[in-house]
């Protein structure tokens, strides 16, 4: 059973940065699609990042292109994102996913989710 353990959330001013990671395991992640999902309160789950593992193409929404990298480390089995300039906006639960689909933007590709860690930026 594949388990998505998310840390490195927390509260950060306007204009900082934040690592998130996602413990992956009890799967073979060479042949998924990971990617970075966020809900802020009252909204929808909005599409972040994705990566293809096992090539390391990447994908990002509008909204972070430029600001967040996603990355992963082989031997850790750990999913990364990396986020900088971080705006008032950004404040949301941050989720890591896991699957097989196509749509790599939309969560109905992902079979397996994370517990979320929250993320608060001040402005």
């Known amino acids: 059973q594949v388990q998505l353990v998310e840390s490195g959330g927390g509260l950060v001013q306007a204009g900082g940065s934040l690592t998130l990671s996602c413990a992956a395991s009890g799967g073979t992640f060479s042949w998924y699609r990971m990617a970075w999902f966020r809900q802020a309160p009252g909204k929808e789950r909005e599409f972040v990042a994705a990566?293809?593992?096992?090539?390391?193409?990447?994908n990002y929404a509008d909204s972070v292109k430029g600001r967040f990298t996603i990355s992963r480390d082989n031997a850790k089995n750990t999913l990364y994102l990396q986020m900088n300039s971080l705006k008032a906006e950004d404040t949301a639960i941050y989720y890591c996913a896991a699957g097989r689909g196509w749509e790599i933007r939309f969560g109905d590709a992902y079979n397996y989710w994370g517990q979320g860690t929250q993320v608060t930026v001040s402005s």
């Open positions: 990566i293809i593992w096992s090539e390391g193409s990447t």
